[in-house]
Antibody, heavy 120, light 107 residues
Framework: EVQVVESGGGLVQPGGSLRLSCATS????????VYWVRQAPGEGLQWVAT????????YYVDSVRGRFTISRDDATKSVHLQMSSLTAEDTAVYYC?????????????WGQGTLVTVSS | DIQMTQSPSSLSASVGDRVTITCRAS??????LSWFQQTPGKAPKRLIS???ILASGVPSRFSGRGSGTQFTLTISSLQPEDFATYYC?????????FGGGTKVEIK
């Protein structure tokens, strides 16, 4: 059974940092690109970051580039999103999702999301 | 950056109705578009990839068409479990962008 589980969300003050994790099982992790997608309260979906299956390429939306870093650990089949200099605009549910390398089937597996609240 | 304009932003429909949602891309994205369904408090669920490929397990009442800049998602006969918010996503290049969403409500 495929499982994607996000963790690490919580309340953080403006300017603070937080590290999200995405733990996976049930599929060949090293064959998959991994993405973070977020959703602010009452708003739509926004792609945030991507890491290639071998970790050699990463991509970020402009609003987080330089503040967020995506990384992966094949030994633990997990992906992390290190977030710093957080602002209220980063408040959202953060989802981890996947795509098999070379596949056009985007975002097949999803986690349940983890809520990040940036507030003083 | 490619902008995705989704319409309508909301609609009211009855069970059994045929519903069509449109996404327009600001540039040619070929068929690099997916559709997702989201119900409140849940993660999105993929419905369609590559503009028209139905995801495994998705009922055949859902269909997708289009290429270039104009795309549609059609539900041929709306069912109670289809009342949700639908999003398109372009994955032609980075940054990936979602449409603004279409909330399908019960009339």
């Amino acid at each position: 059974e495929v499982q994607v589980v996000e963790s690490g969300g919580g309340l953080v003050q403006p300017g603070g940092s937080l590290r999200l994790s995405c733990a996976t099982s049930g599929f060949i992790f090293s064959d998959y690109w991994v993405y973070w997608v977020r959703q602010a309260p009452g708003e739509g979906l926004q792609w945030v970051a991507t890491i290639k299956e071998d970790g050699s390429e990463t991509y970020y939306v402009d609003s987080v580039r330089g503040r967020f870093t995506i990384s992966r650990d094949d030994a633990t089949k997990s992906v992390h999103l290190q977030m710093s200099s957080l602002t209220a605009e980063d408040t959202a549910v953060y989802y981890c999702t996947t795509r098999r390398a070379m596949s056009r089937l985007y975002f097949d597996y999803w986690g349940q999301g983890t809520l990040v609240t940036v507030s003083s | 950056d490619i902008q995705m304009t989704q319409s309508p932003s909301s609609l009211s429909a009855s069970v059994g109705d045929r519903v069509t949602i449109t996404c327009r891309a600001s540039q040619d994205i070929r068929d690099n578009l997916s559709w997702f369904q989201q119900t409140p408090g849940k993660a999105p669920k993929r419905l369609i990839s590559a503009a028209s490929i139905l995801a495994s397990g998705v009922p055949s009442r859902f269909s997708g068409r289009g290429s270039g800049t104009q795309f549609t998602l059609t539900i041929s006969s709306l069912q109670p479990e289809d009342f949700a918010t639908y999003y398109c996503l372009h994955h032609n290049n980075y940054p990936l962008t979602f449409g603004g969403g279409t909330k399908v409500e019960i009339k």
